[in-house]
């Protein structure tokens, strides 16, 4: 089945408003900047964007402009605000989630990775030693206070562990090196981080490769994500940025 898109506005025609989209990427590494680009331009709004560590912080450009286009309703990120204080005062990002504009709830990144992972598997919820005796324990850590809703735990032989619930998500906006016509991916070095578990965990997975190959040239034992996961591809160019993330 050929997956393939002539281009990333045609990929991404049909997201609604009120869109849930997975964004992977550590920091600058593997986020799906064109695909987020088209997003843009094609202004859909109240987006809940749920991240692995920090990509908008790495799309800053990307990010900024959402903000002001007032595109984004939540962010559901383990890094998601910048480490400095002075550089936060000028982020709009930062100053709208202060301004509880938008909300910005927080888990710890392997938690976070497993949210994905349990929805891709079709596993409803697990349970987790992370976070115990901290306010991650305790409730939702968000901003928007009406949503601290709290946590569920449980004692497994003389051990507290703390209940997560899986992260489905509409859409997952995913960055490869490589694919073929039929959706099989393949990620580079540090581009790889979350872009395999949100693949699996987006009802629709969008893909933009760099290198558009032909159905049979991957080999098999290179194939990083299936194409049974992946519903579009399309190509787009090796974009340059500058990496911002202090």
């Known amino acids: 089945m050929d997956k393939v898109y002539s281009s990333v506005e045609e990929a991404v025609a049909n997201i609604e408003d009120g869109a849930t ?6 920091f600058a590494a ?14 859909t709004k109240n987006l809940t964007l749920a991240c692995g560590c920090g990509p908008m912080l790495g799309a800053a450009e990307e990010l900024t402009q959402l903000v002001k286009n007032k595109q984004i309703k939540k962010v559901i990120d383990s890094y998601g605000l910048y480490r400095s204080a002075t550089k936060g005062l000028q982020d709009p990002f930062e100053q709208a989630v202060r301004a509880s504009e938008i909300e910005l709830e927080v888990y710890p990144m392997g938690t976070l990775a497993e949210k994905y992972r349990v929805a891709g598997a079709g596993i409803p919820a697990f349970y987790t030693p992370t976070g115990v005796g901290s306010v991650v324990e305790e409730h939702i850590v968000t901003n928007i ?44 070095k540090t581009a790889r981080n979350f872009n395999p578990v949100m693949a699996t965990a987006g009802k629709i997975t969008i893909a933009e490769v760099e290198k558009l190959v032909e159905s049979g040239k991957i080999e098999p034992d290179c194939v990083h994500t299936a194409g049974v996961y992946v519903q579009r591809v399309v190509e787009v160019p090796r974009v340059s940025f500058a990496i911002t993330i202090d």
């Open 21 to 26: 989209i997975a964004i992977p990427g550590f």
């Open 145 to 188: 206070i009406a949503n601290r809703k709290p946590k569920e735990t449980r004692v497994f032989d003389g051990k507290k562990y703390v209940l997560e619930y899986a992260l489905k998500t509409d859409y997952a906006f995913i960055h490869a090196y490589m694919g073929d016509r039929e959706g099989n991916l393949v990620y580079r």
């Open 30 to 43: 593997g986020v799906p900047r064109v695909l987020l680009q088209a997003l843009i331009k094609k202004g």
